[in-house]
């Protein structure tokens, strides 16, 4: 079992920068593909980005060049770097894990947090 927690949400101006966590309980963390999703009001929920447990990352054509993934294995954190951020990066923001490789499919995903809100005003 792993147990999620986000933090980091908030509300900032276009344009302006969050970083998102994600601490993992749980053993083997270092062995599982984290992945961060987004669910904006009235849309599916949808890929953000992902890291492998070898460090291989992959995002979604609308985050590329403003969002990094990264993580800590030895604090068990996944982080979500924001940056430029845009009035349609508004959405809850939910970290997930899969143990396996590397996966876009949120059906793939295992484990999921409770999601953490991201508001960006215009």
């Known amino acids: 079992q792993v147990q999620l927690v986000e933090s980091g949400g908030g509300l900032v101006q276009a344009g302006g920068s969050l970083r998102l966590s994600c601490a993992a309980s749980?053993?083997?963390?270092?062995?599982?593909?984290m992945g961060w999703f987004r669910q904006a009001p009235g849309k599916e929920r949808e890929f953000v980005a992902a890291?492998?447990?070898?460090?291989?990352?992959n995002y979604a054509d609308s985050v590329k060049g403003r969002f990094t993934i990264s993580r800590d294995n030895a604090k068990n954190t996944v982080y979500l770097q924001m940056k430029s951020l845009k009035p349609e990066d508004t959405a809850v923001y939910y970290c997930?894990?899969?143990?396996?490789?590397?996966?876009?499919?949120?059906?793939?995903?295992?484990?999921w947090g409770q999601g953490t809100q991201v508001t960006v005003s215009s």
């Open positions: 749980g053993r083997a963390f270092s062995s599982y593909t």
């Open positions: 890291i492998s447990w070898t460090g291989y990352t």
């Open positions: 997930a894990a899969i143990y396996g490789n590397i996966a876009t499919n949120q059906k793939s995903y295992d484990y």
